[in-house]
């Protein structure tokens, strides 16, 4: 059940909406919160993947040995939900490989590798559009030429979710930049030093959404955020406001948010898009700026390297590529060995599987945690206390899941809502019991993921097969049937040569009739002829095998294809 | 008492009468529960099993005369269903969990000779005669009839190899938490 109270004291006046459950983990932001975004130059290699976003990997139109220029694109998008990839910065493309993605399997994937030459010499950038004359179509259709996906983690390609005005009545755009991951420090610092910049993509994305209200929701322990962009949004010409929503994890997550800022609740496994409204990153709407007003591409993003391994934690502006390691080394380093070194935040990062892995497009953090900043004990029994169930957002009973997945009745975790799960990962961090709740249902979640996989291509292989035993069956009937048609030929072939010699022995014996009976002239013309007349009508069936030729050859279609 | 005793005889003889006609009406041919087994199957007559092709396995799978495990391609979840579809109880612990396998082919031991893929059920390998062949994996069962077929034997069967579209994590074990947590410290 929902509670609604209003909440003026936040949101600056707006009604608020209270959502169920949620924690407030320390959020360490102090220790990078007053570090401005600084740039760090090209580190001496790139590898940038070419699948940084959900949806079809990108397809490259480089060359081993090409020389590319920043901003030029190295792939394109292969099919509706995809993202072009661009070079970070000039160089030369050194090789097109398979390489560890920066993904908790650490498995390889396609990676162009480009050695920068530190010239930082441009491609030729499209014009820059106003957003105040472009169709809403030229502007999803930029922001797909520049590659942005949701920079908030989630890495949707961003173009299609600029065009959902076309499918859906929208009301309101909603930017999230309520940054609830501890540590993450990156959009708040975009917020406050690019303030102007993001409202200016903020209405690039309400005009291609045509949404008639803008609602920026930045949580309360951002103030100088939510100063900055209280008066960056003022002048925009759509209706927009600044709301302040309280500082509670996970409020970044969309459909928790779009909940507490209008009190509609998102149906499950639906969009918000379906309520009406859609929900942009913070960071997305600084992409979608620079690629409007200066046809640049996402090329780099603001990271925050952070946790008290780092020696010097910092927001950087990295280029996309870029490998950890060198991240790491920008801001002076290690101190210790990490306990843990994450991407992302604390509570939903994934672990990073190398220090070569490169930054991509979806990664807001780097984390180095000391073991005294990560929880490593012993997993105890379950003592059924609910303190998952009280802090779950979703309101859902993460014990009772964890239960039937530890005994693999996926199905009666899903009967029980394991879909509608967000995996915020609450519940694992307030199990007194230190049970690997959040972790359990990620396994199930993607274990069902591959059964209804390996179904669909079952059913694939299904249907290949049986395409295949049509076809054979349709050859071995081809073949069947130009083997009858052979031997009629050839029948007809024999029939014709007995009819010829039958004919050569009648005009023979014809002739040698003429020559003996000389002396009877009469008669012998007469029969001779008659030979020649039967031998005339005996060239009349000769046509019947150049005929079954011809039938032969328009059955050959099918000769062809048993050939195939 | 009378008009009971009609009533009652006439609804049993028109019902009968009901009865047999749809008896003779609706006839079933075949065996209906073989052709459903027989849709869930892979389809793909590979004769692992030891069966000629599907349906036979089907057939035997009807008539009990083959468990509901014997089909290696479709592994434990094909195995469930059956049990389920067959109201009978299967004995999956001795199945165990089947990776998936599929077809490699080693470049430098084949020669071209195209019996491979006349033999593939799925149409899972190209190439062409002299032309080194390749198998493609979303389409390849593991079926094994390429690596029998093989003159060099440069066809090994191997598990399904990894890619981000099919992996996850794995289940996560009772003891030490292996994923990550953020120490529990809470916000003043």
């Known amino acids: 059940m929902t509670k609604f109270f209003p909440l003026k004291a936040f949101s600056g006046g707006a009604k608020l909406f209270s959502i169920k459950g949620g924690v407030h983990p320390k959020d360490f932001k102090a220790l990078s919160a007053e570090c401005a975004i600084e740039r760090m130059p090209a580190p001496s290699l790139l590898r940038v993947p070419l699948q940084q976003h959900i949806g079809a990997e990108a397809e490259p139109i480089v060359k081993q040995g090409d020389d590319v220029a920043k901003g030029q694109p190295i792939a394109v998008g292969r099919g509706a939900v995809s993202a072009a990839v661009h070079a970070p910065t000039s160089g030369k ?13 650490g498995l390889p994937v396609a990676t162009i590798s480009i050695r920068p030459d530190g010239e930082e010499r441009w491609a030729e950038l499209p014009p820059p559009l106003d957003p105040e004359t472009a169709a809403p179509s030229e502007i999803a259709a930029r922001v797909a030429a520049s590659g942005v996906v949701g920079m908030g983690g989630a890495t949707f390609p961003s173009a299609v979710k600029l065009n959902l005005g076309k499918r859906f009545t929208l009301e309101t755009l909603v930017i999230n930049a309520a940054e609830c ?3 993450l420090t990156c959009d708040d610092r975009l917020l406050r030093e690019r303030s102007e910049a993001v409202a200016d993509g903020v209405f690039c994305i309400a005009k291609a959404l045509g949404v008639s209200s803008i609602i920026v929701a930045i949580e309360a322990n951002k103030p100088k955020a939510i100063e900055a962009m209280t008066n960056a949004v003022a002048g925009l010409a759509i209706e927009a406001r600044v709301a302040t929503v309280p500082t509670r994890y996970p409020m970044g997550s969309e459909k928790h948010l779009v909940q507490t800022l209008t009190g509609r609740e998102t149906p499950a496994r639906a969009l918000t898009a379906d309520i009406g409204i859609v929900v942009h990153n913070a960071a997305t709407a600084h992409a979608v700026h620079r690629a409007m007003r200066y046809g640049e591409p996402l090329i780099s993003r603001v990271v925050t390297v952070s946790g008290k391994a780092v020696r010097r934690p910092a927001n950087v502006e990295t280029l996309i590529g870029t490998p950890i390691t060198d991240l790491l080394d920008h801001c002076g380093g290690l101190s210790e060995e990490p306990q843990r070194l994450l991407l992302g935040g604390p509570m939903m990062g994934q672990p990073a599987p190398s220090l070569r892995a490169p930054i991509v497009k979806g990664v807001n953090g780097v984390l180095g945690l000391t073991a005294a900043e990560c929880r490593r004990a012993e997993s105890m029994p379950c003592i059924r206390c609910a303190s998952c169930v009280s802090v779950c957002p979703c309101g859902l009973t993460p014990l009772e899941l964890h239960a ?44 069902l993921t591959q059964q209804q996989r390996t179904k669909h291509q079952q059913e694939e292989t299904k249907r290949l097969a049986q395409q295949r035993e049509e076809r054979m069956a349709r050859i071995a009937a081809a073949k069947k049937e130009a083997m009858a048609k052979r031997k009629a030929e050839q029948a007809a072939k024999k029939k014709a040569k007995e009819q010829k010699a039958k004919e050569a022995a009648a005009l023979k014996a014809a002739q040698e009739e003429a020559q003996s009976g000389a002396q009877e002239p009469a008669p012998g013309a007469a029969s001779a002829g008659a030979a020649a007349a039967a031998a005339r009508e005996a060239t009349a069936p000769n046509e019947n095998p150049a005929q079954k030729r011809d039938a032969a050859a328009k059955a050959a279609p099918d000769k062809t294809e048993a050939a195939q | 008492m009378l008009a009971a005793v009609a009533t009652m005889t006439a609804m049993g003889l028109s019902l009968g009468a009901l009865l047999g006609l749809a008896a003779r009406r609706l006839k079933v041919e075949g065996d209906p529960i073989a052709d459903e087994i027989e849709a869930i199957m892979p389809g793909t007559n590979c004769g692992q099993c030891g069966f000629p092709g599907c349906r036979a396995a089907a057939e035997a799978v009807a008539a009990a005369a083959a468990p509901v495990t014997l089909c290696p391609p479709g592994g434990r979840m094909l195995a469930s269903e059956l049990a389920e579809l067959l109201g009978v109880e299967a004995d999956l612990s001795e199945m165990g969990e089947t990776t998936p396998m599929v077809a490699f082919i080693f470049e430098d031991q084949c020669t071209g000779c195209t019996k491979c893929f006349k033999r593939c059920p799925t149409d899972a390998i190209i190439g062409a005669s002299r032309q080194i062949h390749t198998v493609i994996n979303d389409a390849c069962t593991g079926c094994d009839a390429c690596a029998a077929a093989c003159p060099t034997q440069a066809i090994v069967i191997r598990p399904r190899p990894d890619t981000l579209q099919n992996w996850h994590w794995p289940k996560p074990a009772d003891g030490l938490d292996a994923a990550a947590a953020p120490a529990r410290e809470v916000a003043a």
Do not use: M, T, W
Not at chain 1, 96 to 101: E, K, P, T, W
Not at chain 1, 406 to 430: P, R
């Open chain 1, 93 to 105: 493309v050194i090789a097109i490989g398979r390489f560890v993605a920066p993904h908790p399997s």
């Open chain 1, 404 to 447: 039937r997945i530890k005994n693999e009745e996926l199905d009666g975790a899903v009967e029980i809502g394991l879909l509608d799960c967000v995996a915020c990962g609450s519940c694992s961090f307030v199990c007194p019991s230190n049970i690997p709740l959040v972790q359990s249902f990620n396994y199930a979640k993607g274990k």
């Open chain 1, 181 to 183: 991951e501890p540590y």
